[in-house]
């Protein structure tokens, strides 16, 4: 049985280690705020391309781009999202286990060596250079600050690729955030651009709470449909009557392009806020646990100095009986 000395020793470094986690997670909750801000702001952009793009595809069925034709793959590329730092529970180690299934997918038909990794984030490119596949740079600067020019740049430079004929498919392995307490690990064609399929993509996202229980999550999504049942009751069709120039083909080879961008972009921001999810959940339990050991440790502790107690005065009474 440990001395009251060394229980005194567990205790106060537990309590240290609480307060750690405990301040970690404070710190992961406002960057979460903030990153569901910008998932926000990006929300009213992506809604209305979105809307013009179903107008156009009712009105235009058979338009086409080369950006939305199939073709034999003989060389892919994967964009891959993790973060740069650790303690996030299973964040990034179930999106190197997939970006690795992946790969190995396309091992067996095209070979290791025709797959690109455009890893963002330090610890996928670290995973990635380990395992000595064809890395196409190095983007960890932009899983801690969100750019969407950089964003834009990183698509541009897979659209012409592909429309070279150097990539024939570009997927993107990230997290989908829903909720504080929900990220869902996605695997996603970037290139060909299905866009009937892109637009009937699950959109829903809880960007109010940051509190990750259970029963709140339960609260927070009732309450939600019941807004959102309210909100279209309310909110007016809008108007569909575009006046496309100079014809549907041109104005749909820019559209899609944007497209695109706005794909990448959006799971940049996803990969983002799970992140902090991820790390704020992973603290929240790491503290609750610290708790649970604390409570153990002090009833251990206080078991062990009763009986020290009790020693001592068994051994006052019993030299009093003596003499």
């Given at each position: 049985m440990p001395s009251l000395?060394?229980?005194?020793?567990?205790?106060?470094?537990?309590?240290?280690?609480?307060?750690?986690?405990?301040?970690?997670?404070?710190?992961?909750s406002s960057k979460l705020h903030h990153a569901q801000v910008a998932i926000q702001n990006m929300l009213p952009y992506e809604t209305m391309l979105e809307h013009i793009l179903k107008s156009f595809l009712a009105a235009e069925a058979e338009a086409q781009t080369i950006y939305d034709k199939l073709r034999p793959v003989k060389r892919?590329?994967?964009?891959?999202?993790?973060?740069?730092?650790?303690?996030?529970?299973g964040f990034n180690a179930n999106t190197i286990k997939l970006m690795t299934h992946v790969v190995d997918e396309y091992a067996q038909t095209?070979?290791?060596?025709?797959?690109?990794?455009?890893?963002?984030?330090?610890?996928?490119?670290?995973?990635?250079?380990?395992?000595?596949?064809?890395?196409?740079?190095?983007?960890?600067?932009?899983?801690?600050?969100?750019?969407?020019?950089?964003?834009?740049?990183?698509?541009?430079?897979?659209?012409?690729?592909?429309?070279?004929?150097?990539?024939?498919?570009?997927e993107l392995i990230y997290h989908h955030f829903k909720s504080a307490g929900s990220q869902v690990l996605t695997r996603k064609t970037f290139l060909p651009i299905d866009i009937e399929e892109?637009?009937?993509?699950?959109h829903e996202r809880d960007l109010t709470s940051v509190i990750a229980t259970k029963e709140s999550q339960e609260y927070l999504k009732k309450r939600g449909e019941r807004q959102t049942e309210r909100k279209q009751e309310e909110v007016k069709p809008l108007n569909d009557n575009f006046i496309v120039e100079p014809d549907m083909d041109t104005v749909l080879s820019q559209l899609i392009p944007k497209l695109a961008?706005?794909?990448?972009?959006?799971?940049?921001?996803?990969?983002?806020?799970?992140?902090?999810?991820?790390?704020?959940?992973?603290?929240?339990?790491?503290?609750d646990n610290a708790d649970e050991l604390l409570r153990e440790l002090n009833l251990q502790y206080n078991k062990s100095r009763?009986?020290?107690?009790?020693?001592?005065?068994?051994?006052?009474?019993?030299?009093?009986?003596?003499n």
């Open positions: 000395k060394e229980i005194k020793g567990r205790i106060a470094s537990v309590n240290s280690t609480r307060k750690i986690t405990s301040a970690m997670k404070m710190v992961a892919a590329a994967l964009v891959v999202f993790t973060s740069n730092s650790s303690l996030c529970g095209i070979g290791r060596d025709n797959v690109e990794v455009y890893p963002i984030g330090r610890k996928v490119y670290e995973k990635a250079q380990k395992m000595g596949l064809n890395v196409q740079g190095e983007f960890s600067a932009l899983a801690d600050k969100p750019n969407v020019q950089q964003c834009i740049e990183i698509a541009m430079e897979l659209g012409e690729k592909f429309a070279e004929g150097q990539i024939d498919k570009v892109e637009l009937k993509a699950d961008h706005l794909m990448l972009y959006t799971a940049l921001l996803d990969s983002n806020a799970s992140e902090h999810a991820a790390r704020m959940v992973a603290m929240q339990t790491a503290t009763q009986q020290a107690i009790t020693n001592e005065l068994l051994d006052i009474v019993g030299g009093s009986v003596n």
